[in-house]
């Protein structure tokens, strides 16, 4: 069945191409699709379109079908092209001549457009208890070991001295941003476009603030012309916040990787968190973090897919943007999982307490040994060329001690204020508010 088909059936091979993986994909968008339809009929009711009788009854069903889905009994059967074509099919089975009456005053365009939201949105929060997770860890593992040198690197050279609590902490920091970004997508995400219908609205008096109220929405996208081309729009927004957390994930991946190797031998990974080589017995090889930098890599690539499939396309609605659920669903579950590996498996790590031990770290304290110059009066200039000469000459021997004070430095790591920083982001998005309003809709009266 298809709600737009006439009396002429579309062309087998032409069907199976233009549904393409829409029917598998759509399982993902049918809460999100009983949720609109809730609200949808809700608001026909108001405007004498579902009649006061009516009205008990199509929600009585769709609420059944509601849980039929959270509990794994709902199928996309044979035949029927999308999740929205179900819904209307079940209600039409069951009550006859009222389940044909939901679609009044929308368009799947629409209809599609507040399902990606709702879902995006109930993503968004788990991802950001994912990132919160994390966040919690790694300032937990900064605090720890916060006294415990390391080197630190500029062009993969030995440099300057840093420390676990500056590495563990920084990731966290890097979280935090990223935050920031997802809460920029959240924003954008929870503005409501049903009622925009085709793109060009509705001859219907829809009340639009009714059924943004109703899904928790914070606000509506105004304009319906502008409400359709937010398809893809939104979705690539989401996108980059996905790809800056991403980023931060599969940076500090390939740090965990380079410094579990022999010849760092910064940390070193529990035998369970390892695998071995078929022909090679001492092998202990980081595959956990190395398939974490390799997800990492595609989901940053998911905001640039969508970027293309977008290109020139005028306003208005095209098929096209039906590929970018082939995108953009998927890695939301690619980057928890990545999150949810690296939090257990952080949490095992060891750390080497004795690195600078080894004298082929003894540069690292060079620039301290200047400082200490300066602060007898020495010009900066002059120090720095005095210790680099002793470097040249072989009498170059180093205090390996660290007095850094400042903020954000080895003996200040604003632990605190990074925390105080992240969870100001994190209250922002008000998830309570959005899970309140669709827990009313839901809800049996």
């Known amino acids: 069945m298809k709600l737009w088909e006439k009396n002429v059936s579309v062309n087998d091979m032409v069907e199976s191409f233009t549904v393409g993986k829409d029917r598998e994909l759509d ?15 809700a608001m026909l009711n108001q405007i004498k379109l579902i009649a006061d009788d009516e009205l008990p009854v199509l929600q009585k069903e769709l609420r059944s079908i509601y849980h039929d889905i959270k509990s794994g009994n709902f199928a996309i059967e044979d035949g029927i092209e999308d999740v929205h074509s179900q819904v209307e099919f079940l209600l039409t089975n069951r009550l006859g001549d009222v389940g044909k009456k939901i679609h009044s005053g929308r368009s799947r365009n629409d209809q599609v457009l507040v399902d990606l939201k709702i879902y995006a949105r109930k993503q968004i929060e788990e991802l950001a208890g994912n990132v919160k997770a994390l966040f919690t860890s790694l300032q937990e593992l900064s605090e720890k070991y916060r006294d415990v040198l390391l080197p630190g690197y500029t062009h993969l050279q030995v440099a300057m001295p840093s420390s676990f609590g500056l590495w563990f902490g920084a990731y966290a920091e890097s979280l935090a941003d990223d935050l920031q970004t997802l809460l920029a997508a959240w924003k954008i995400t929870n503005r409501n476009p049903l009622g925009s219908a085709a793109g060009y609205g509705s001859s219907f008096p829809l009340k639009r603030q009714l059924t943004t109220d109703l899904l928790g929405f914070d606000t509506m996208n105004y304009n319906v012309v502008y409400a359709q081309m937010g398809r893809g729009k939104m979705e690539k927004t989401v996108g980059f916040a996905l790809a800056g957390i991403a980023s931060t994930l599969g940076r500090l991946a390939m740090d965990a990787c380079l410094y579990s190797s022999q010849n760092f031998g910064f940390i070193t990974l529990p035998d369970a968190f390892t695998t071995g080589s078929s022909i090679m017995p001492h092998k202990k090889n980081p595959d956990v973090f190395e398939l974490v930098r390799a997800r990492c890599n595609v989901i940053q690539s998911v905001p640039v897919t969508i970027s293309s499939v977008m290109t020139n396309l005028p306003s208005g609605y095209f098929r096209d943007m039906q590929i970018i659920k082939e995108v953009f669903i998927p890695a ?9 590996i690296s939090v257990h498996t952080l949490k095992e790590i060891k750390i080497n307490d004795s690195i600078l031990e080894d004298d082929k770290y003894a540069y690292l304290f060079s620039v301290e040994e200047v400082n200490r110059m300066v602060l007898d009066g020495v010009p900066f200039r002059e120090a720095y060329k005095k210790i680099g000469l002793d470097i040249e000459a072989g009498n170059y ?14 003996g200040n790591l604003c632990t605190r204020e990074i925390a105080s920083y992240f969870d100001g982001i994190f209250g922002q998005f008000n998830f309570e ?8 809709l839901v809800k049996e009266q």
Request: proline share 2%; hydrophobic share 35%; with cysteine.
């Open 397 to 410: 021997h180093p205090q390996k001690e660290v007095t850094h004070t400042h903020e954000g430095s080895i």
């Open 433 to 440: 508010k959005v899970n309140n309003a669709l827990d009313l």
């Open 27 to 41: 399982y993902y968008l049918a809460e999100s699709d009983v949720l609109g339809s809730l609200a949808h009929i």
């Open 332 to 340: 939301f579950e690619d980057l928890n999982k990545c999150i949810e």
